[in-house]
């Protein structure tokens, strides 16, 4: 996430990784839809070892233009649904058309 990037060395912010995957014609299907700005994301997609208080939207699914128009549904878990699972990362999901 860009809120990290102060903590590492330029050639490795995730914001210079958004830039080059945008110029391969791959867009963040949540940024795309929800229109929020990269670092300032309405809904967290992790809490650091399940705790609330930690969140943070750290996970991301890119698609090109083509599966984009052919995406049917997207979604993020919500924490209370996943908690009981192994990891503190809520799912990301999405249903395309592909025939």
């Given at each position: 996430?860009?809120?990290?990037?102060?903590?590492?060395?330029?050639?490795?912010?995730?914001?210079?990784?958004?830039?080059?995957?945008r110029g391969?014609?791959?867009?963040?299907?949540?940024?795309?839809?929800?229109?929020?700005?990269?670092?300032?994301?309405?809904?967290?997609?992790?809490?650091?070892?399940?705790?609330?208080?930690?969140?943070?939207?750290?996970?991301?699914?890119?698609?090109?233009?083509?599966?984009?128009?052919?995406?049917?549904?997207?979604?993020?878990?919500?924490?209370?649904?996943?908690?009981?699972?192994?990891?503190?990362?809520?799912?990301?999901?999405?249903?395309?058309?592909?025939?």
């Open positions: 996430s860009v809120v990290f990037d102060r903590h590492h060395p330029p050639t490795g912010h995730f914001n210079q990784i958004a830039q080059r995957l391969r014609g791959l867009e963040s299907l949540w940024h795309t839809l929800e229109g929020d700005a990269f670092g300032e994301e309405r809904r967290p997609t992790y809490f650091h070892q399940w705790k609330r208080e930690q969140p943070f939207h750290i996970d991301f699914m890119f698609a090109s233009s083509n599966l984009r128009e052919r995406l049917k549904t997207f979604e993020l878990g919500a924490y209370d649904d996943w908690r009981p699972s192994a990891s503190d990362h809520m799912p990301l999901i999405a249903d395309f058309e592909l025939s």
